[in-house]
T-cell receptor, first 112, second 113 residues
Framework: GEDVEQSLFLSVREGDSSVINCTYT??????LYWYKQEPGAGLQLLTY?????DMKQDQRLTVLLNKKDKHLSLRIADTQTGDSAIYFC????????????FGTGTRLQVTL | NAGVTQTPKFRVLKTGQSMTLLCAQD?????MYWYRQDPGMGLRLIHY???????AKGEVPDGYNVSRLKKQNFLLGLESAAPSQTSVYFC????????????FGQGTRLTVV
């Protein structure tokens, strides 16, 4: 079955690095995504990684993928107060409608 | 650029009432989806559509119906609302293919009392 899990809450100090973790169960995933949701808003795509990659870096964001352990992480360098949000990982497969399966979301709180 | 637009943004219903949520996209996307978001449970797929005139059930379809009469619109209906349907509903669309981005609407906050 399809199951994506995340820890519910993470608190970091401004300027530190944040690492948000995600585990998934379906090995047929093709793409893995990180979405950001700010309060009262929809989901905004942050970055994604193809399942044959180990790492992807995009400015302050680094995505690491461990296919053996089915573990995905998002590292945010120099975390700012504007990074406070809920972060969702999601997996997507080839197949009918390329449906996304989302994790439970991790609420990132950035403190001064 | 409108992208994905959901109406209404907020609604309060009494138990047993019916309503329709509208999702409209102006990007000519083939695929459209309806999700619900509940605390601690992430987003769960209710129904989806791979093209005009087609719909399919997702993970949590019970109590909902959908229609895709026009490619740009995807309607989500609640025939007889229940308090368990209190949630935030998100519509999304994407082009055909698994290597594409899904674009989300801003959400509809529905409360059933």
């Amino acid at each position: 079955g399809e199951d994506v899990e995340q820890s519910l809450f993470l608190s970091v100090r401004e300027g530190d690095s944040s690492v948000i973790n995600c585990t998934y169960t379906d090995s047929s995933s093709t793409y893995l995504y990180w979405y950001k949701q700010e309060p009262g808003a929809g989901l905004q795509l942050l970055t994604y990684i193809f399942s044959n990659m180990d790492m992807k870096q995009d400015q302050r964001l680094t995505v690491l993928l461990n296919k053996k352990d089915k573990h995905l992480s998002l590292r945010i360098a120099d975390t700012q107060t504007g990074d406070s949000a809920i972060y969702f990982c999601a997996e997507r497969y080839t197949g009918t409608a390329s449906k996304l399966t989302f994790g439970t979301g991790t609420r990132l709180q950035v403190t001064l | 650029n409108a992208g994905v637009t959901q109406t209404p943004k907020f609604r309060v219903l009494k138990t047993g009432q019916s309503m329709t949520l509208l999702c409209a996209q102006d990007m000519n996307h083939e695929y459209m989806y309806w999700y619900r978001q509940d605390p601690g449970m992430g987003l769960r797929l209710i129904h989806y559509s791979v093209g005009e005139g087609t719909t399919a059930k997702g993970e949590v379809p019970d109590g909902y119906n959908v229609s895709r009469l026009k490619k740009q619109n995807f309607l989500l209906g609640l025939e007889s609302a229940a308090p368990s349907q209190t949630s935030v509903y998100f519509c999304a669309s994407s082009p055909q293919g698994s290597d594409t981005e899904a674009f989300f609407g801003q959400g509809t906050r529905l409360t059933v009392v």
